[in-house]
């Protein structure tokens, strides 16, 4: 029987473990017989240790297998089962759009999501600020929407993963979240559990982004390729920009009418959803050419700009919001069913010039502040409150100009926001060298 001691000797120390003992561990954490202190030992070795491909895919299986793995070929669903990951960022709300236009395109879409912690939103609270829709579901009723309608968003089960949890948690109070083995087992556990055919990783580069660095978000998305392909998923990832919000809104309410406006229509009428375009396209077109069901990028970015074209895509999603407890009309009845914050107040300009860079965390934090986001995470969200109309970098501004809108609860609120989204906002004389919304594919 493995010793736990004698397993994390072995990591300090740099030596190679084997799948079986991974497994062993793995299994010692989700029965409790490996204790805290063992957990966050394990942890701080592998920090500084890191792992081989074959150790990172072997904790990465172990973990999905810690729990239920989801099967699906009793459903006869007759598409493949795929999914989409982001490492978060501020106005990213490409999993609203992308999974019903997957969806509405023959694949098949179970995504489990999570809840924002920091700067970044979590697409649960998105949701969450629909009023009657359930992120909290059973598997048995997360298949079975999966099956009707082609795609559901909810939270993760109790008993997917399980050993995520408590080795998170211990990351969590030790100062090892940043290890790259560590957070690739750590999101793919939970994905491959779903039972998937095919996964894309949307990587984040960029000042809003969870990757400290460029270099840090590349060697990421590496990461999970090898290990999601080592553990028998097709997987891809694309780099992308985070050095401004990716829509031109953030905040719960607020990014859920971004994500009706552009199924509405708004994708190919309103220039300021061209960033979120261009990665929800690219993304989509990824996991259908990924998944086999058109043979490349120009044959799947036509399906979807079709099912876009024709509302099928915001049918798909109608109906998923309906299936999960939500309201039958949200898309024609938006304002009757989404907060809006009693203040609003516009940020502008106080010279001439260049958007030359933003902040892009200071604004998601900004939203924290207004309580759009959590500090800790039994902190309640206030779903209405936010920001939009960002004005995207490279633009010509002049004095007076409007930067953004605060969406706030108080006067107090709205302004203490106005002097953070001031401070994070560069103007300058010169325009700034721009980068694509995506600039890297890796397979």
């Known amino acids: 029987m493995l010793l736990p001691q004698e397993f994390i000797r072995r990591k300090r120390d740099g030596q190679v473990l084997s799948a079986q003992d991974i497994g062993d561990f793995v299994r010692g954490i989700t029965d409790e017989s490996v204790t805290e202190g063992q957990i966050a030992a394990f942890t701080m070795a592998t920090f ?6 074959e150790e990172a895919v072997a904790l990465t299986t172990a973990m999905r297998d810690s729990g239920r793995v989801l099967q699906w070929k009793s459903l006869d669903l007759p598409g493949p089962v795929v ?3 982001s490492t978060g960022g501020v106005g990213d709300v490409v999993s609203l759009m992308l999974g019903p236009m997957v969806a509405a395109c023959g694949g098949f879409v179970p995504m489990i999501s999570g809840r924002g912690l920091g700067h970044t939103g979590g697409t649960l609270d998105k949701f969450d600020a629909i009023p009657g829709y359930q992120t909290g579901i059973s598997v048995e009723k997360f298949q079975q929407v999966v099956k009707q309608v082609g795609v559901a968003i909810i939270g993760q089960t109790a008993d997917l993963a399980p050993a995520d949890r408590r ?18 087992a750590s999101i793919l556990s939970k994905k491959l559990a779903a039972g998937l055919d095919a996964l894309v990783m949307d990587v984040k580069a960029g000042s809003g982004a969870f ?3 460029e270099a840090k978000s590349i060697e990421l998305a590496k990461s999970i390729v090898t290990v999601g392909s080592g553990a028998g998923v097709k997987t891809s990832a694309l780099l992308t920009d985070m050095n401004e919000p990716l829509a031109p809104c953030a905040g719960n309410a607020i990014e859920v009418r971004c994500a009706l406006e552009y199924l509405a229509g708004g994708y190919a009428t309103d220039p300021a959803l061209a960033r979120l375009h261009d990665v929800t396209m690219a993304l989509s077109a990824e996991l259908l050419v990924q998944s086999g069901l058109f043979r490349d ?9 079709a099912v876009l074209a024709n509302g099928r895509a915001a049918e798909h999603f109608a109906r998923m919001v309906t299936a999960l407890g939500g ?32 902040d892009t965390r200071a604004l998601g934090m900004a939203v924290v502040g207004l309580g759009g986001g959590r500090r800790r995470a039994a902190d309640q969200i206030d779903f209405a409150v936010g920001l939009d109309r960002f004005v995207a970098l490279g633009t010509r501004v002049a004095s007076g100009d409007v930067l953004a809108r ?5 006067a107090d609120a709205a302004d203490a926001a106005v002097r953070e989204i001031l401070q994070a906002i560069n103007i300058a004389v010169d325009p700034p060298v721009l980068r694509p919304a995506v600039y890297q594919v890796i397979r």
């Open 48 to 53: 500084f240790q890191g792992m081989t491909g």
């Open 327 to 358: 309201p039958a009309d949200l898309l024609e009845n938006r304002d009757r069913h989404l907060e809006v914050a009693p203040v609003i107040r516009a940020v502008t300009a106080a010279q001439d010039g260049y958007v030359h860079a933003i």
């Open 167 to 184: 080795l998170y948690a211990t990351r969590d109070v030790t100062a090892t979240v940043e290890s790259i083995p560590l957070i690739t």
């Open 406 to 410: 605060v969406h706030a609860r108080t």
């Open 211 to 213: 990757m400290p660095t």
């Open 83 to 85: 999914d989409k990951h």
């Open 297 to 305: 990028d120009d044959s799947a970015r036509a399906a979807l700009t």
